[in-house]
């Protein structure tokens, strides 16, 4: 089972699979009431996981994860079937993401891309940061990149405090990337800490409002 965590929107909530093609079912079993011990003692699955096991060998098709993606990880071809006794419309969207993976897609629902372009965005803050800060006479040293990071982290989440990237959905990496975006504006007008600060919440809310109208098939657009 590979380390790489890539994450989907479903509906609204962040939905969790490797780039193997792993599926943590504990996270989308909570959306539904459900936990997979209950899914897992069924007769059925028992019964199918048999016939698993006679056809591949008996080859791990659940394990058991501790941390921040913690909880049951299924094997890609339990994925679908658990997926369906939670809900037909998670169990088709489940297996389009399932299939994505297999063919050896970059990612699911463009997230890996999402997540690519919102650190190469941050790079475009730090040499805009330091170029503004040349222009005032002034040096730049490690803390005001920090400082920085917080500022958007802080206007993302409500939270001044390092940032779990890899956490983040599909649709916050996009808000980050605008708002790294619109911070490189902000600091090219020569704007004050302060005033930034303000107007990158003021944008905040507005980007919000029209990523969560935006046709979720299509890619993000401020």
Known sequence: MSKQIIQAD????????????????????????????????????????????????????????????????????????FAQWLNDDFAIWCDEQIDGLMRGHAGVDDWHTARIEAASRFRGVCDMLNLSR??????????????????????????????????????????????????MVLLGRGMAYDERKQALHTFAQEQRQRLAANDASGRLTA
Do not use: C
Not at 34 to 46: I, M, S, Y
């Open 10 to 81: 479903f509906n609204g909530q962040a939905m969790h699979f490797t780039a193997d093609a792993w599926f943590n079912a504990t996270v989308a079993a909570e959306k539904y009431g459900k936990v997979p011990n209950e899914w897992l003692r069924l007769p059925d699955t028992e019964r199918y996981l048999a016939a698993l096991a006679r056809k591949y060998g008996k080859i791990p098709y659940f394990k058991t994860k501790r941390g921040q993606t913690g909880g049951t990880w299924l094997h890609p071809k339990l994925a679908v079937r």
């Open 134 to 183: 040349q222009a005032d006479g002034k040096t730049t040293a490690r803390h005001h990149y920090s400082n920085e990071a917080l500022l958007i982290n802080e206007v993302l989440t409500g939270q001044r405090s390092a940032l779990d990237r890899n956490s983040l959905s599909k649709t916050d990496l996009r808000l980050l990337e605008l708002l790294e975006a619109q911070d």
